[in-house]
């Protein structure tokens, strides 16, 4: 319950920071000037996949429907020639990923939610991508994860975070943040958004996680009632045939007197 209250909660934030940082970054004319996480190094090549999944296991599926999509992702990419990249927040990410995409894997967080997703932990994962990004080791970042619905639903989201993408609109303005006015903005945009990006990165990382962090708890607790369930089930066949054989042993040593009797 405290892991959904906290996912719940961080939506409207993380929702309006990308609004702002979308309104920001239409009011630049000259996109050559805009900063590199927004505007792109101008080539798609090599793409960094954040792979978010637990540490444990017992969760039914939540950690196979994050690999299974990373995994088709990747054969897509270098399909098409890229090259993949993988960071891995988790160590299940890790161990089922390694099989096929040791050489892929740049790094491993371990840990992350293990006591509540602290916005800590996701600032030094949005560190070590930033990282990379500036020293040119990547185009494109997507983060790969379960967006948490409900205990028993929980939907595999793949959200590009670099360069930024501005949310989808429906025409709700209030929901993307869009302004409906023109703006000054002291200082200019450009430094603005220079210094909002990053942070944007890391907010956007941290809905992720927590995101994560719900949808995990909510499978262990639908996959361990299930295994409760059908343990209560299997003890109840277990003890139906055990009375039923101990039955027919007790009827069969009772024919067996019977018939002895009868004999002498």
Do not use: W
Not at 41 to 63: I, K, M, P, W, Y
Not at 111 to 140: L, N, P
Not at 179 to 199: F, H, M, V
């Amino acid at each position: 319950r405290r892991a959904q209250e906290g996912a719940e909660a961080a939506r409207p934030y993380a929702q309006r920071m990308e609004g702002m940082v979308a309104a920001i970054g239409a009011s630049i004319g000259d996109p050559t000037g805009a900063p590199k996480m927004l505007a792109g190094t101008g080539s798609d090549n090599t793409h960094l996949l954040v792979a978010c999944t637990a540490d444990r296991g017992l969760c039914g599926g939540f950690n196979g429907t994050i690999v299974r999509e990373v995994r088709r992702v990747a054969r897509k990419l270098k399909s098409d020639g890229k090259t993949v990249k993988i960071l891995c927040v988790g160590k299940k990410a890790r161990d089922l990923l390694r099989r096929d995409f040791k050489a892929d894997i740049v790094e491993t967080f371990e840990g992350i939610g293990r006591r509540g997703v602290e916005y800590e932990q996701a600032q030094s994962v949005a560190d070590k991508i930033t990282e990379m990004f500036e020293a040119g080791e990547f185009d494109i970042c997507t983060v790969i994860f379960n967006r948490f619905q409900s205990a028993m639903t929980q939907i595999v989201t793949n959200q590009q975070i670099i360069p930024f993408q501005p949310p989808e609109t429906d025409g709700d303005k209030e929901k993307t943040g869009g302004p409906s006015a023109i703006y000054l903005y002291e200082p200019e945009e450009q430094e603005i958004l220079a210094d909002l990006l990053p942070r944007n990165m890391a907010v956007q990382l941290f809905q992720a996680l927590l995101e994560s962090s719900a949808s995990e708890h909510g499978a262990r607790m639908t996959a361990m009632d299930s295994a409760t369930r059908n343990a209560g089930e299997m003890i109840d066949n277990l003890t139906l045939t055990y009375n039923r054989t101990r039955q027919a042993f007790i009827t069969k040593e009772l024919i067996e007197i019977i018939s002895g009797a009868e004999a002498v």
